[in-house]
T-cell receptor
Framework: NAGVTQTPKFRVLKTGQSMTLLCAQD?????MYWYRQDPGMGLRLIHY???????AKGEVPDGYNVSRLKKQNFLLGLESAAPSQTSVYFC????????????FGSGTRLTVV | KNEVEQSPQNLTAQEGEFITINCSYS?????LHWLQQHPGGGIVSLFM???GKKKHGRLIATINIQEKHSSLHITASHPRDSAVYIC??????????FGTGTSLTVIP
């Protein structure tokens, strides 16, 4: 099915470990986003990309890196995980045209111990 | 003060009731989004609005740009509508501001 696919869905990391979250979309969307969601805080934008080869910082970029080497993939990396990065991470994508809404992935639940 | 305020924070309704969730914002926007999050975490984009009104099935979203206010209405509510509804605004610089959500429970 067309849409946004996030992998993995769940992960437990030890403090200091690294990992990469993968977001893949097959809708030819230009824009892609990574959010984190913490209880009582709503969604916060980590990084986003407005096209292949471009990335930009969102509200809470510290401790994360991203890459958009291919239009359909947006990778979120944690170089040295910290307990404060325990959260649920959502990827989203959209077309440039504002008439179209976003498509969200189903989320990745990350726990850093 | 948050850029996006939603009310109510929690809402319980009987099946069949008409429901309204409100969103006020304080920044200039290019678009406003209503999102739905079901237990289990999946977030669905319901509407993206820049003016006027949109309708999908039993869901209606309106926006008043002058008043910086949007409402999400659910007609003939059903238990499967139970979810967290999130209002988010996007400015022309692609910055996003999110409300903390409204937790809706519809009782059979």
């Amino acid at each position: 099915n067309a849409g946004v696919t996030q992998t993995p869905k769940f992960r437990v990391l030890k403090t200091g470990q690294s990992m990469t979250l993968l977001c893949a979309q097959d809708m030819n969307h230009e824009y892609m986003y990574w959010y984190r969601q913490d209880p009582g805080m709503g969604l916060r934008l980590i990084h986003y990309s407005v096209g292949e080869g471009t990335t930009a910082k969102g509200e809470v970029p510290d401790g994360y890196n991203v890459s958009r080497l291919k239009k359909q993939n947006f990778l979120l990396g944690l170089e040295s995980a910290a307990p404060s990065q325990t959260s649920v991470y959502f990827c989203a994508s959209s077309l440039i045209d504002r008439a179209y809404g976003y498509t969200f992935g189903s989320g990745t639940r990350l726990t850093v111990v | 003060k948050n850029e996006v305020e939603q009310s109510p924070q929690n809402l319980t309704a009987q099946e069949g009731e008409f429901i309204t969730i409100n969103c006020s914002y304080s920044v200039g926007i290019s678009a406003l989004h209503w999102l739905q999050q079901h237990p289990g975490g999946g977030i669905v984009s319901l509407f993206m609005l820049s003016s006027g009104k949109k309708k999908h099935g039993r869901l209606i979203a309106t926006i008043n740009i002058q008043e910086k206010h949007s409402s999400l209405h659910i007609t003939a509510s059903h238990p499967r509508d139970s979810a967290v509804y999130i209002c988010a605004v996007q400015n022309t610089g692609n910055q996003f501001y999110f409300g903390t959500g409204t937790s809706l429970t519809v009782i059979p």
